[in-house]
């Protein structure tokens, strides 16, 4: 058992949470998992956990910081009214890939997220419980969570079966609308909503559709209650989050880090002509100088147009080009782009071409005039938010790398290294059967 | 009620149909897809949008409640 720290009203501060304590130097089984955190708090009753999970004010951790209690309520009240038995799915396909937080949380604290699982099952009432996740670059996270699910049911503490099912290795397979397509049988490619999937998901029938990280939180409010969760983090965004930092060395580091931390506290020391990439390939450039005086949430984010999103904060090198790498990054998501909408198929890949033309030096003069109507034609009229996110990083490169335009229009570069520092992925998807 | 338009993307194939029969809130972006205008449809209209929903041949235009 660890200590924990408490303040005078029993909010406690200590971090981290979810993942096992630095010095276990190792994953949890589930002997190390129930000595920490103990049974698992079934409520006996639906409903009951969504009214505390309101008190704590936990949002997604997926990257859309939705409040969790509206779409607990929203399925639950769904199943009630159309009397279908609703399902609930932990979403660990962690696409971007720039992040890496989901697949750690899965590997070192496997049953703090199936624990969420059944609880959330509980609260709405389902009798179908999936794990989706990613096949790991790193760790064979499959096996881990079969071994984990075997200890689960010789313990008995699993109340609905869970299945695992595994996404393909795509940037849009873990989008809500293509994970529901997925499951049901189809291509994890997106669909056009609505309805919404908390009505009509998985087979039809009302499904709610949570990170992993955010089930992993839950199974810890369930147990130490909305105040205790409100003992770290803002007023607004309380608790602690999971976040990938990525500095000149390239190498994720996963860290469980306060709401409303100071950025400067994940990026080191960076100088205003330094760039810090928050939110990852969805996500939003920022000048060294806004982000020494921004903290890590939407509130104070929303001053730069940025968002929290997963968790990603990255500090680019000061050797690299922040041009080079954005249209390294926005090639890779045209490819990605299932090309199911119009504006999305025929715009990105023009995008990425100018942006390329840009990065290569001496491009034609109206080039970053095409990507900016471009960018407004794509932006809202995708079935998902593919475009939106792409425009949104695109732009801020545009604004954070100013500099940088008029430099690469004189022929020059401030870069002195060209080795691509952005994680990107080799193969981009070539048939149908890619995306199955 | 009013309503208004709402083009599923994914079934839209770029026709153009739609376009043609109600420019007044619809237009074509620059790859021959259309441009909807969000807002509740103005009075007078409603007849060239429903003749636009019917003409759609992908069934990707609808009319709803806004």
């Known amino acids: 058992m660890t200590a924990v720290t408490e303040d005078a009203t029993g909010a406690a501060t200590e971090l981290p949470r979810l993942l096992p304590p630095p010095e276990t130097k190792k994953a949890d089984d589930w002997h190390a998992h129930a000595g920490r955190h103990g049974r698992l708090p079934y409520r006996d009753r639906q409903g009951i956990l969504i009214r505390e999970i309101e008190a704590a004010g936990l949002t997604g951790r997926g990257g859309a910081a939705f409040p969790v209690h509206q779409k607990l309520q929203a399925v639950f009240g769904a199943a009630d009214k159309r009397r279908r038995t609703p399902a609930v799915i932990a979403n660990g396909a962690e696409s971007e890939p720039a992040s890496d937080k989901d697949a750690t949380l899965l590997w070192l604290s496997p049953h703090l997220v199936l624990d969420g699982l059944q609880l959330a099952a509980e609260a709405v009432g389902a009798d179908t419980a999936i794990l989706y996740t990613h096949v790991n670059r790193e760790h064979d996270v499959g096996s881990r969570l079969r071994e984990a699910l075997q200890a689960r049911q010789a313990a008995g503490v699993d109340r609905v079966p869970v299945q695992l099912a595994t996404a393909p290795a795509r940037f849009l397979s873990g989008q809500e609308t293509a994970l529901i397509n997925h499951l049901s049988g189809g291509p994890a490619i997106p669909t056009f909503m609505p309805p919404r999937i908390t009505e009509r998901g998985l087979n039809g029938v009302p499904t709610l559709v949570q990170n992993a990280e955010t089930l992993a939180h839950l199974a810890l409010i369930a147990r130490k209650g909305p105040r205790w969760f409100r003992g770290v983090g803002t007023d607004a965004e309380p608790g602690s989050m999971l976040v990938t930092i990525r500095r000149a060395d390239g190498r994720p580091r996963i860290s469980e880090v306060p709401l409303g931390l100071p950025l400067k506290d994940l990026t080191g020391e960076i100088g205003p002509d330094s760039a810090v990439l928050v939110g990852g390939y969805h996500g939003t450039w920022l000048t060294g100088s806004e982000a020494s005086t921004l903290t890590l949430d939407n509130r104070s984010l929303a001053q730069a147009h940025a968002r929290v999103g997963a968790g990603i904060v990255i500090t680019l090198p000061a050797d690299r080009c922040g041009l080079v790498e954005t249209a390294r990054v926005v090639r890779y998501l045209a490819l990605e782009s299932a090309g199911q909408c119009g504006p999305c198929l025929n715009g990105l890949p023009r995008i990425a071409a100018a942006l390329a033309e840009i990065a290569g030096g001496r491009a034609r003069p109206q080039a970053v005039a095409d990507v900016e109507r471009w960018s407004g034609l794509v932006t809202g009229r995708g079935a998902c938010h593919h475009p939106d996110g792409t425009t949104r990083f695109v732009g801020s490169a545009l604004r954070t790398f100013a500099a940088e335009v008029e430099r690469h229009q004189r022929g020059r570069c401030s870069a002195s290294v060209t080795s691509p520092f952005l994680p990107v992925p080799k193969d981009a998807a070539r048939t149908e059967h890619d995306w199955i | ?66």
Do not use: F, Q
């Open chain 2, 1 to 66: 009620m009013a309503e208004k338009l709402l083009v599923n993307p994914i079934d839209c194939e770029g026709h153009g149909a739609c376009a043609e029969l109600l420019p007044e809130a619809i237009t074509m972006d620059e790859w021959g897809y259309p441009i909807v205008d969000p807002r509740p449809l103005p009075p007078g209209l409603e007849r060239n949008a429903r003749a636009a929903v019917s003409a759609c041949p992908t069934l990707a235009l609808r009319l709803v409640r806004s």
